[in-house]
């Protein structure tokens, strides 16, 4: 399959229908899962995998993000947080979590 098909078809799996295309950063990981043989099912997982992290990993301060606050997020999604603001919550404290994000953490965790 070339890497027009591989687009199309996948673009089609997830939208349900013929379209412009992906992100920039989408369009590139699609091109690589092509490039190195991913089925549709492994390249939607790993999306599904990236952005459960960066949906995070983007609240936290500092353009750097080690390996030990991942193994944190991914500790508190399997111990049952689902959305990132109940990652944010109950994997990483006030001070790592970006000044730009607190209120709405504050007004969710009061709910």
């Known amino acids: 399959m070339t890497l027009s098909d591989y ?3 996948f673009y089609q799996r997830m939208t349900g229908h013929a379209g412009p295309g992906f992100t920039m ?3 590139a990981e699609v091109a690589a899962a092509h490039e190195i043989g ?3 099912e492994q390249l939607q997982a ?7 992290i960066t949906s995070v990993a983007c609240a936290l301060r500092g353009p ?6 991942i193994e944190r997020l991914l500790a508190a999604r399997k111990a049952g947080a689902v959305s990132p603001k109940e990652v944010l919550l ?3 404290s006030q001070e790592e979590i ?3 994000f607190e209120n709405e953490l504050q007004r969710w965790a009061s709910r």
Not at 46 to 52: H, P
Request: charged share 20%; net charge positive; proline share 4%.
């Open 90 to 92: 109950t994997a990483f």
């Open 98 to 100: 970006h000044e730009k």
């Open 64 to 69: 750097i993000l080690p390996v030990e606050s």
């Open 38 to 40: 991913l089925s549709f």
């Open 25 to 27: 950063q989408v369009a």
């Open 7 to 9: 687009y199309a078809q």
């Open 46 to 52: 790993f999306l599904a995998r990236r952005t459960q």
